[in-house]
């Protein structure tokens, strides 16, 4: 098989990165330019902020990524494209890029989901990818559970039904006034906590099913801080230390939940690897937790570099390249979309 090199773009949410992949496991260059210092003002992403940033970024991220890799347009295999799911508006300027690029350069346009990048990112650097296995996802737009059998076959278990664990970690981060991203923010705090201080309830930790729910864990650390009822207020009245306590137990909750969801899920599936993306997936105490449980349960545990947990084109280089290797290509009528819907697979050999 010939080599396969792929420029890959990913414009879902807040991030604009480009990525040269060789072979689906070699990175030759990696950007990402990051909009967080846009954003944090607001808490949060804010999507027409986001949608402007893209615009103004994309092309020179793209010409930078090609100039460190050394390489010019007519070196390139195929240009693949995060297609969504994410924010329409931001989608639609990596996409546009993405078609331009294409016809103006004759290169074959390839679809790239965006969290079936996420769930394969674990073996963007490996020699052997771990398939099967179960995927966890985790980020600030997604939870999901997946079974990957081969970087083709990806299969959806279950999903958060309300916030993403990111999102849970954003919204506590602020109402604790530790900044955004509330991620690391929280992480960071934490360490100096009790996780077991405060009992945060374990959404569905027990039920039968792969979903998640973190609107009540969320619901009930702010009912701890201002009171039942109260949605808002400051936290001057907790001292720095209760404050590390609410965010280690509220990280602990969060983590169990996450930790036996995915074991429960490697049971079902009975898979011996666990492989975890995602901007969450850079959590110290998801990393440990996860580490534990796997090593106790007899799990081979698989963790994103932490340069490829957030958003990054490297990731959609690599899928892209499976895909284009497997004939799957996209014409110029491809569409960005906001939700969860599988592109096309490559048929099963009989």
């Known amino acids: 098989m010939s080599s396969c090199t792929i420029l890959g773009i990913e414009t879902s949410c807040d ?9 689906g496991r070699h990175v030759r260059a990696s950007l990402v330019s990051s909009q967080v210092d846009l954003h944090a003002r607001y808490g949060g992403v804010v999507p027409e902020i986001a949608a402007r940033a893209h615009i103004e970024h994309v092309r020179p991220v793209i010409e930078e990524t090609l100039k460190q890799a050394s390489l010019r347009y007519q070196d390139l295999s195929a240009i693949a494209v995060a297609a969504g799911p994410g924010l329409v508006g931001s989608l639609l300027i990596g996409i546009t890029a993405a078609k331009t690029l294409a016809l103006a350069c004759d290169l074959p346009l390839v679809e790239v989901d965006h969290l079936e990048a996420h769930a394969t990112s674990a073996a963007l650097l490996s020699e ?24 083709l076959d990806i299969g959806l278990l279950g999903q958060t039904t309300d916030d993403a664990a990111g999102e849970a970690f954003d919204k506590v981060a602020a109402l604790l006034e530790l900044g955004y991203p509330g991620g690391p ?3 960071r705090v934490a360490r100096a906590g009790n996780p077991a201080a405060i009992r945060f309830p374990r959404t569905w930790i027990d039920k039968p099913h792969f979903d998640f729910s973190f609107s009540g864990l969320k619901t009930a650390v702010l009912y701890h801080v201002h009171g039942h009822g109260r949605k808002y207020g400051s936290v001057a009245h907790l001292a720095s230390a209760q404050i590390a306590d609410v965010a280690a137990s509220f990280q602990a909750a969060l983590v169990a939940t996450l930790v036996s969801k995915t074991l429960a899920a490697a049971r079902h599936a009975r898979v011996s690897d666990v492989v975890v993306g995602g901007g969450v997936a850079a959590n110290s105490a998801l990393r440990a937790g996860l580490a534990g449980a796997c090593q106790k349960a007899g799990l081979r545990l698989h963790l994103t570099s932490l340069e490829y947990c957030t958003d990054n084109a490297a990731m959609v280089a690599a899928l892209g390249c499976r895909r284009f290797q497997a004939g799957l290509v996209s014409d110029l009528w491809l569409e960005a979309r906001a939700g969860l819907r599988r592109p096309a697979r490559a048929p099963r050999s009989r």
């Open 185 to 187: 923010a929280i992480d």
């Open 128 to 151: 052997t990818p771990p398939w099967p296995a179960i995927a966890l996802v985790v980020s600030g737009g997604h939870t999901s559970l997946y079974l990957v059998r081969d970087f």
């Open 15 to 23: 991030e604009t990165s480009a990525a040269v992949v060789v072979d």
